[in-house]
């Protein structure tokens, strides 16, 4: 089955313990980005990459970090995570040439 | 930089009927790509259709279209025939094109939430 699959779907942390949120395409997509979804604040894109070493910065970057060493794994890390941090995060991929992105199914995560 | 404003934050809705969730954007690029996406209460995020600054054609897919008014600088999704499982949150999103982005810099609205009642 073709999916973006995120681990881990919910996760509680303490503030500056460093943790890495998985992401993982099946489609070989050239594309995929992260988002956070925040109350009254839309989705949000933190990072973008085009292809496999190429990444760029998207709206709030500050506080996250991103690698693309692979072309099915996108993970977000968090070096030094902060209650402000606290948001449901998506990752998302997209075949270049195409306008539908598949997104995953969410992290909930929560920084106390 | 570009915005999105979806200033509708709740919409009510008859079964059957058609709804219009509205959305306007500010960019000051000539080629743009504009989006909406659904997002039931399960929480995934569904793509639903798509409309290019260029397509002189407003977007179609099944009972959703875009009503795309470039000169007042709108895109309003038109959903036709409303269901009970349409009841979700709904986005509009852009994004520039030729700006070497590969149509990835993506901006979304706040959402509007849409309820379908029997």
């Known amino acids: 089955e073709a999916q973006v699959t995120q681990n881990p779907r919910y996760l509680i942390t303490v503030t500056g313990k460093k943790l890495t949120v998985t992401c993982s395409q099946n489609?070989?997509?050239?594309?995929m980005s992260w988002y956070r979804q925040d109350p009254g604040l839309g989705l949000r894109q933190i990072y973008y990459s085009m292809n496999v070493e190429v990444t760029d910065k998207g709206d709030v970057p500050e506080g996250y970090k991103v690698s693309r060493k692979e072309k099915r794994n996108f993970p977000l890390i968090l070096e030094s995570p902060s209650p402000n941090q606290t948001s449901l995060y998506f990752c998302?991929?997209?075949?270049?040439?195409?306008?539908?992105?598949?997104f995953g199914p969410g992290t909930r995560l929560t920084v106390t | 930089a570009q915005k999105i404003t979806q200033t509708q934050p709740g919409m009510f809705v008859q079964e059957k009927e058609a709804v219009t969730l509205d959305c306007t954007y500010d960019?000051?690029?000539?080629?743009?790509?504009l989006f909406w996406y659904k997002q039931p209460s399960s929480g995934e995020m569904i793509f639903l259709i798509y409309?290019?600054?260029?397509?002189?054609q407003n977007a179609t897919e099944g009972r959703y279209s875009l009503n795309f008014q470039k000169a007042r600088k709108s895109a309003n999704l038109v959903i036709s025939a409303s269901q009970l499982g349409d009841s979700a949150m709904y986005f509009c999103a852009m994004t520039p094109r030729g700006k070497g982005t590969g149509f990835q810099k993506l901006v979304f609205g706040t959402g509007t939430r849409l309820l379908v009642s029997p």
């Open positions: 409309q290019g600054s260029y397509d002189e």
């Open positions: 489609m070989n997509h050239e594309y």
């Open positions: 960019t000051s690029d000539q080629s743009y790509g």
């Open positions: 998302a991929s997209r075949k270049r040439g195409a306008y539908e992105q598949y």
